[in-house]
């Protein structure tokens, strides 16, 4: 039978006279009290240290009476449950997913990546695993991830991919450097431009220009998709997918055209958010799209602040994001997992047209 223990007045059961109400055990008055830990909630109920770490996990069986009083011991002492962080790291696991993309307001300003981040968060939160938004910098690389994943469109390189592989922390990387020992996540960037080549072509246009991202494997693969139909395309520029960052590229290529007239009858921009900064420039200097100019993108995102919807190579995004958190499942787990290829979808809209015929010049 345990023995009884003595308490002074207004001091909760199983705390000594002379301890703070919400101090572990054995902490002197007026000492400031520290943060009460499981062992303390056993000492308290007088249980073993494994009889009271069975009444928070539930794992096993344990009698009500000694449940009460673990937990009367517990909320006495202001203890809210184990730490769960340090429960999985015991188990060699922390429970959480690292992603890094790039700067941290891409995550939420990018109408590309939002989908594919709601859907990773998904099946990861549903495996009980949490997402963490990384930057593309080494600071975040000594971090206890089960898994990472690199979705940074644009970037050859990433400064923490050899430590991490050093540590064989699983990889997944998204439409980037297929890296050794990682699983590889992509869509058919180059059959999808090819068919918007061929529809444009269909329509009559033989003189087409490129916007293009920033150096990478789908602003490769695009322009090779393009060029497969219209070898001799005309290079705008690149840029980030970035309305502003789009309309100052057009602006100056359309600057260096004689009379601030574009000598192509069709632009394809290597996004969607590019597109839509092509549109915006055009009309500002009184070019009609898609009478004067066609424009097309890629992605097949949502373009509320346009009266006319895009032509577009559409992805399935929300299959990326699902796609990825699979294969970060998978590999955390050890089973093997192939590379993922994913298909895409021409979608037509009012932004792209026929060649108009040329205009009479009366002599």
Not at 28 to 43: E, H, I, M
């Amino acid at each position: 039978m345990p023995r009884p223990v003595r308490t002074s007045p207004g001091t909760p059961t199983g705390t000594p006279a002379g301890t703070p109400a919400g101090s572990p055990a054995g902490t002197p008055a007026g000492t400031p009290a520290r943060t009460p830990t499981l062992a303390d909630v056993a000492a308290a109920a007088e249980v073993s240290l494994s009889t009271a770490s069975l009444t928070f996990s539930g794992n096993k069986p344990v009698s009500e009476a000694t449940r009460s009083r673990v937990l009367a011991a517990a909320a006495s002492l202001g203890y809210t449950g184990p730490n769960p962080l340090a429960r999985n790291l015991r188990r060699g696991r922390s429970g959480v997913v690292g992603i890094a993309v790039g700067r941290l307001s891409t995550a939420f300003s990018d109408p590309a990546a939002l989908p594919m981040l709601d859907a990773i968060s998904q099946v990861l939160d549903a495996a009980g695993l949490g997402l963490l938004l990384m930057p593309d910098d080494a600071d975040h690389v000594g971090l206890p991830l089960d898994a990472a994943i690199y979705d940074i469109c644009g970037r050859e390189t990433w400064g923490s991919y050899d430590e991490l592989a050093a540590r064989e922390v699983p990889m997944v990387v998204v439409e980037g450097p297929s890296w050794p020992g990682t699983t590889f996540i992509d869509i058919d960037h180059r059959g999808g431009v090819a068919a918007l080549a061929r529809h444009l072509h269909d329509l009559g246009h033989r003189r087409v220009a490129i916007l293009m991202l920033e150096a990478s494997h789908p602003q490769r693969e695009r322009e090779a998709g393009l060029r497969e139909v219209f070898p001799d395309a005309e290079v705008v520029g690149a840029c980030a997918s970035d309305i502003g960052a789009a309309q100052a590229t057009v602006a100056a290529w359309l600057d260096a055209a004689p009379g601030g007239r574009p000598g192509v009858t069709a632009l394809v921009c290597q996004s969607d958010v590019q597109a839509a900064g092509a549109v915006v420039e055009a009309r500002r200097r009184g070019l009609r799209v898609p009478d004067d100019l066609s424009v097309a993108g890629f992605d097949g995102v949502p373009t509320p602040w346009l009266d006319v919807d895009l032509t577009t190579v559409a992805q399935p995004l929300a299959e990326k994001g699902r796609a990825t958190a699979q294969a970060v499942l998978n590999r955390i787990a050890g089973a093997e997992t192939a590379d993922v290829v994913l298909p895409v979808e021409l979608r037509l809209g009012g932004s792209t047209g026929p060649v108009a015929p040329p205009t009479d010049v009366a002599g």
